[in-house]
């Protein structure tokens, strides 16, 4: 019997009609119906919460494959047996690369420069660098150790990583735990989040944590929206105590008139940090694999214990 796979982009659909695989395409936020029964079902993250559940009402599954890194969002969603894969290898140098971004546009004030180039203003400005800064970096996951590896060459005066567990990496360099933060914290120049949305690193990024950034400092998130409180975040912005540039917020999408798109020294990317073309052929090849494997009777890679 063939496996019922089911697709969200007509590519992957004509890339697997192969014997012994039935794809068919269904896409868990815009289709309008629930989906036929089926064995597999490969996912992007749904831009709608609400489209979440409808991963418990597929009959017969019996493997999830998410075309992304971040699984937390359906862990809930998923019958009981059903095995779960994610796209690790595939996301990481985007979402590295788009941090980099946001970590120099704001620094080297670009929207600023943006600004002034609209009103034909010539205005030399000073900024901050990455060069000489004290950076914290809180993730060492794959997100997290892509995002080291680039901001190594701009030769910050400190690079600190932390994680839940403290250890060494096998690169060599320490991995701090999260608990010892609050010393390196205050002399931070910028704060990078690469941190998966969990129960422990829900608002991890607080009211306290915000107020011990020293004045002046940039935070930059490219996890999830919710391990940062939006509602401490917004009056330190606002007074123009510290900066920001976030690719995730919470909530998202973030509502028209919510006050993060007004406020000072913030850029707002819509989560579009691994929206590149190279992802695409990545996390495509890797979907492709995962059917084949799965169809001849291989054991999955990039397996979540859920």
């Not at 969002?73 to 996301?91: D, I, M, Y």
């Not at 735990?177 to 704060?191: G, K, M, N």
């Amino acid at each position: 019997m063939a496996l019922r796979v089911l697709l969200p982009w007509q590519d992957l659909v004509d890339r697997l009609q192969v014997p012994g695989i039935e794809p068919i395409l269904w896409h868990i936020n815009d289709d309008p119906n629930d989906a036929p029964p089926a064995d597999m079902l490969v996912t992007e993250r749904p831009s709608n919460p609400l489209m979440r559940s409808r991963v418990s009402r597929i009959k017969g599954i019996k493997h999830v494959h998410l075309l992304s890194i971040g699984y937390e969002w359906v862990l809930e969603h998923l019958p009981k047996g059903v095995t779960l894969t994610n796209s690790r290898g595939a996301v990481e140098d985007a979402t590295a690369e788009h941090c980099l971004a946001l970590t120099l546009a704001s620094l080297r004030q670009l929207p600023q420069a943006g600004q002034q180039q609209r009103e034909r203003r010539w205005t030399r400005t000073w900024t901050g660098s990455l060069h000489g800064s004290k950076v914290v970096l809180l993730g060492a996951g794959g997100v997290g150790s892509e995002i080291r590896t680039r901001l190594l060459p701009f030769r910050p005066a400190e690079l600190a990583v932390f994680a839940r567990t403290e250890r060494v990496h096998e690169q060599g360099f320490t991995i701090y735990s999260l608990d010892r933060l609050w010393a390196f914290l205050p002399t931070a120049d910028v704060v990078i989040a690469a941190l998966p949305h969990t129960q422990e690193t829900e608002s991890i990024i607080d009211a306290q944590f915000l107020s011990s950034m020293q004045e002046g400092a940039l935070l930059v998130n490219v996890g999830r929206g919710p391990i940062v409180d939006t509602e401490a975040l917004l009056p330190e912005l606002q007074s123009g105590r510290l900066h920001a540039a976030l690719d995730v917020t919470d909530p998202e999408p973030l509502p028209e008139n919510h006050a993060l798109w007004d406020a000072p020294n913030c850029i707002v990317t819509p989560h579009m940090a691994g929206d590149t073309g190279q992802f695409i052929a990545l996390v495509s090849q890797l979907a492709v694999d995962q059917v084949l494997n799965i169809a001849e009777g291989y054991e999955p890679v990039n397996q979540i214990n859920n």
